[in-house]
């Protein structure tokens, strides 16, 4: 819709008031009548059936990939996501072949080898106090 143009004199005075849409249609021709009307719901209304857990909406926009739920939202977040490459190595306990996506994985994941590669990994006797009294030993040593 097209306001009333208000026009005024010198001393704040109205002097005129113009049709504004009678104005605009006569500028802008056909445009006028698309002005001002509002199409009604139901004519651009699509029903959209959810993939993931087969709910129906409707009056939902061309782009809608679920229902909105957190539990869609979650599992279309989940296909999307990226994996990193495939990696082949051998177990670094019993020397099986391996296929897995995790980058730092170095064993075959059954609970022995687990065990094993802690055991053999573990800085057990080397703490921190350990280093740090043997490094002030040597050098009360060299001293003396």
């Known amino acids: 819709m097209i306001y009333d143009i208000k026009v005024f004199d010198g001393q704040g005075k109205l002097k005129e008031v113009i049709d504004g849409q009678k104005r605009f249609g006569e500028k802008y021709g056909e445009a ?17 059936n959810c993939p993931i857990c087969d709910k129906l909406l409707e009056n939902v926009g061309m782009t809608r990939k679920s229902c909105g739920s957190t539990k869609c939202l979650d599992k279309i977040a989940y296909a999307k996501r990226v994996l990193p490459p495939e990696r082949k190595f051998k177990c670094r ?46 050098s009360r040593d060299a001293k003396n």
């Open 93 to 138: 306990i019993c020397e099986t072949d391996v296929i897995t996506h995790h980058r730092s994985q170095v064993t075959c994941l059954s609970d022995a080898c687990k065990a094993e590669n802690v055991r053999r990994t573990s800085r057990e006797g080397w703490t921190h106090k350990n280093r740090g009294t043997t490094i002030g030993r040597r």
């Open 32 to 48: 006028v009548g698309i002005i001002g009307i509002r199409h009604s719901s139901t004519e651009n209304t699509k029903t959209f």
